[in-house]
């Protein structure tokens, strides 16, 4: 772990950063809390510069495993405002490969016992986060001690409290917190979401969401089959359900009225299927079901005057749905991740929100622990933090 340096330090940084490659953050402004702050305004610093500039944002990926290789590097290509530029691994001898495929220079390679130094480094603005779950609080930390600001993967970590030192971790350091939630960049999912803030179809009354694939249950000794590094159906494909709820109704769960776990038998065993009731306000319910062994993907709303649905809810390509009058949700889109990150690009540039802050992950982690806990007992359990 760094040495941290002092909050007036990383700020002084900060400035000399934005100075030296033309892009001005607003020190002080820029948290981890993503509204916009009235004092910006009353700044006396040159506003923030606009999209469509010739400045991108230079993204340092860390962990070059299999998303990060498959998804995020080739999406980067593709982005408008952001610029692979980095790298951050524990596995060095990934490194020559990885520099000559994408045009990665030596002296922005790291590896994790010398990612503190990149703090020096002003062609990286971002790093993104793409490591095992419970590695997440860790190396965001880490990488916002750097001054850097922070992309990481979903689901954002263990549990609510590691949720809340990311947040804060950024905070401190005067940058921010993005969660690589995918799904609500799509644009055919956020038509989806655009009919229930406009009450198209009546008051939400009812949803269901639907996240699984099938396939043999993850290896014990891989981490996705390891429950202290959080792996299992509920944390990698159940966050979709607990975010698509959230997003498809605009509502907030008070409480897990019932849960079932199916688990492997073995010490560190993870959910190989997990199925969920929600109760929001009003009393109305959703149904939510994972799985890492039986394929489904849909998310369904129910509303007063009719239903409209995403079906499948979370490929990385084809998502489409329709509505119960006959209309069609469903241009393809080319790339969902390289729109992410423009979004959260912009987001930084214009200092505006993001879509997925930090402090979305964490109220989704709430939902995920509160059905874990009643899952465990058989009881209902109120859902905190979702305020
Ligand atoms: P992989 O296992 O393929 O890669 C993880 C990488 O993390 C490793 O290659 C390694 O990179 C690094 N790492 C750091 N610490 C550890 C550790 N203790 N054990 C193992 N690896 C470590 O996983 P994925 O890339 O599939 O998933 C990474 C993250 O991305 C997860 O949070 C996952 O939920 C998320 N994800 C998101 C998706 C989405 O659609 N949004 C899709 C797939 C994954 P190195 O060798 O460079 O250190």
Redesign the pocket.
């Known amino acids: 772990m760094s040495s941290k340096k002092s909050i007036s330090t990383r700020r002084r940084f900060l400035r000399q950063s934005a100075a030296a490659t033309g892009f001005l953050f607003v020190p002080g402004l820029i948290g981890c809390s993503s509204g916009n702050s009235p004092a910006a305004s009353e700044s006396a610093n040159p506003a923030p510069r606009r999209p469509n500039e010739d400045r991108k944002l230079g993204i340092a990926i860390?962990?070059?495993?299999?998303?990060?290789?498959?998804?995020i590097a080739p999406a980067l290509k593709l982005t408008e405002h952001c610029e692979l530029r980095g790298?951050?691994?524990?596995?060095p001898e990934?490194l020559p490969e990885w520099q000559s495929k994408h045009g990665i220079k030596e002296e922005n390679s790291y590896t994790?016992d010398t990612m503190d130094e990149i703090a020096d480094n002003d062609e990286i603005d971002v790093i993104y986060?793409?490591?095992?779950?419970?590695?997440?609080r860790d190396?965001a930390v880490r990488a916002a001690s750097t001054g850097k600001h922070v992309w990481?993967?979903?689901?954002m970590a263990m549990d609510v409290a590691e949720c809340q030192e990311m947040i804060d971790a950024c905070n401190e350091n005067g940058v921010r917190l993005a969660i690589?939630?995918?799904m609500m960049h799509e644009p055919n999912t956020r038509d989806l979401i655009q009919l229930t803030k406009e009450n198209a179809y009546g008051a939400v009354t009812g949803a269901h969401a639907y996240a699984g694939y099938g396939g043999s249950p993850p290896a014990t000794d891989?981490?996705?089959g390891q429950r202290d590094?959080?792996g299992g159906a509920l944390?990698?494909m159940g966050?979709y359900s607990v975010n698509g709820l959230r997003y498809g109704t605009q509502m907030a769960p008070e409480a897990v009225v019932k849960a079932t776990q199916t688990r492997q038998d073995h010490d560190n065993a993870v959910d190989l299927t997990t199925e969920y009731t929600l109760r929001y306000p009003g009393g109305i319910t959703a149904e939510g079901k994972t799985s890492v062994v039986t394929n489904y993907n849909e998310l369904h709303i129910e509303a007063e005057e009719g239903w409209y649905e995403i079906d499948p809810m979370?490929p990385?390509t084809g998502v489409k749905g329709e509505t119960s009058d006959g209309k069609i949700l469903g241009p393809p889109v080319p790339n969902q991740?390289s729109i992410q990150m423009d979004d959260d690009a912009l987001a930084i540039m214009n200092d505006t929100e993001f879509i997925a802050p930090g402090e979305l992950g964490l109220k989704d982690i709430a939902v995920i622990r509160a059905i874990i806990e009643s899952a465990e007992s058989g009881q209902e359990v109120a859902i905190q933090h979702q305020g």
């Open positions: 860390l962990g070059l495993g299999g998303y990060a290789s498959g998804q790298l951050i691994t524990g596995s990934k994790y986060v793409i490591t095992p779950t419970a590695t997440h190396f990481c993967e979903k689901p690589g939630y995918r891989y981490w996705r590094m959080g944390y990698d966050v979370q990385y991740q």
